[in-house]
Structure formats: structure tokens, C-alpha cells
């Protein structure tokens, strides 16, 4: 296929010139998510995009290069919400409380994030920048929670002896790989008991060992 004319380059590197372009960019991104969320990636084509956005196919081109380009975009958009979410501060101040009210937050963060981010996953393999996308959303929660614990830490109410990095990695993959159970590959679980049963296991973690 030919290149992008100038036009297309500038609304593909400025963003849309109008209102209604900008209108036509989202429910392409709208509808490369719900196509993604439904079909295996491999087997989705441009055709499947616009088909779903209702426009006509050569107004994809105006917006991106690839499907692979509109995949990139979808991501970053699941990322940057997730990191909204994930990052805004935790208000309570009870230390049982701020520990499941963290747990809590991601669960719902990732939930309705679940399918792209199983596809982020697999195709990540094989492409690099979707794999760094994928991963700035863990250590966003990882850092968090690395900050949570030297707070902690502080105030005396977690183990002065832990090895801060490495407990938030560990404890960060715990739900993550949890999440990736519940929601990718649909185990099931009762939400309530599991936010309390991560959040013991966490504090567990993290409490001050009594002296011997």
C-alpha cells in the first residue's frame, strides 16, 4: 500500500485537525478494542476494525499505519487508565486497611482491562515495545508498593529487616499472577474472600517479626 500523504503523516503525528476527526479516531480505537477483546489477534484484520467503526476502510489510513499501529494505541490507552487507577493515593489510614484498600484497587483495575492485557502478553512476546507497555503498569504497582513498605517501615508497623524490592516484587507477582487466573483464564473466585486472603498473606509478610 502506498505511503500516508502529508496530511494523513500530520494527523497521525498531531492527533486529528477536528472535532469530527477526532470523533472518527476514537471509535476506531472503540472498535479495534472490541474486536481484539473478541477475536484471536492474529486472525483480526483492518477490514474487521472498520467494519465494526462503521466507517469506510480507507479511513483507517487517515488515523494509523497497521493494525499493529491501533494495538499499540490501545494499549497505551489500558495502560495509562490502569495507571490512573493504581497510582491515585490511598487515604486510609489504617495499616490492615491501606493493605487490602492497594489490593483491592488493582483487582479492579485489572478487571476490565483483563482481555487486552491477555493479549498485550502474547503478542509482547514478539514485540518489544508491547512488552515495556505491559511492564510500566507492574512496576507502577511495584514502586507503589515499594513506597507503601519503607512508609511502613517508618512508622514501625513493618519489618525493618525486609528486603523492601525484592517483597514488593514478590508480593506484586502474587496478585498479578491471581488476577491473570480469575479474569484471563476465568478461574473462579469469591471476590471478597480473596481480597481478605491476599491481604493477610500480605501483612503476614510484612508485620515486625517478635524478638526472639
Known amino acids: 500500500m502506498p505511503g500516508p500523504t502529508e496530511t494523513q503523516q500530520t494527523r497521525r503525528d498531531e492527533g486529528p485537525l477536528t472535532g469530527r476527526g477526532a470523533q472518527t479516531k476514537a471509535s476506531l480505537l472503540a472498535a479495534a478494542r472490541q474486536v481484539f477483546e473478541r477475536k484471536v489477534y492474529a486472525e483480526v ?14 479511513t483507517f489510513y487517515t488515523y494509523f499505519d497497521t493494525k499493529e499501529a491501533i494495538f499499540a494505541a490501545v494499549c497505551q490507552i489500558v495502560v495509562n487508565d490502569m495507571l490512573d487507577a493504581i497510582t491515585a493515593p490511598i487515604t486510609n489510614p489504617d495499616f490492615h486497611g491501606r493493605v487490602h484498600d492497594a489490593i483491592l484497587r488493582y483487582v479492579r483495575a485489572y478487571r476490565p482491562n483483563a482481555k487486552i492485557i491477555g493479549v498485550m502478553e502474547q503478542v509482547g512476546f514478539s514485540v518489544p515495545e508491547l512488552r515495556s507497555l505491559r511492564l510500566d503498569v507492574r512496576r507502577a504497582f511495584i514502586e507503589r508498593t515499594e513506597r507503601g513498605i519503607r512508609r511502613m517501615q517508618t512508622a514501625g508497623l513493618a519489618d525493618a529487616e525486609l528486603d523492601v524490592a525484592y517483597t514488593a516484587e514478590a508480593l506484586g507477582a502474587m496478585i498479578e499472577y491471581t488476577c491473570y487466573m480469575w479474569f484471563t483464564l476465568d478461574h473462579e473466585f469469591d471476590e471478597e474472600r480473596l481480597i481478605d486472603a491476599l491481604a493477610g498473606i500480605w501483612e503476614k509478610a510484612l508485620q515486625p517479626h517478635p524478638s526472639p
Open 45 to 58: 484484520s483492518v477490514r474487521d476494525i472498520t467494519r465494526e467503526a462503521q466507517v469506510a476502510h480507507g
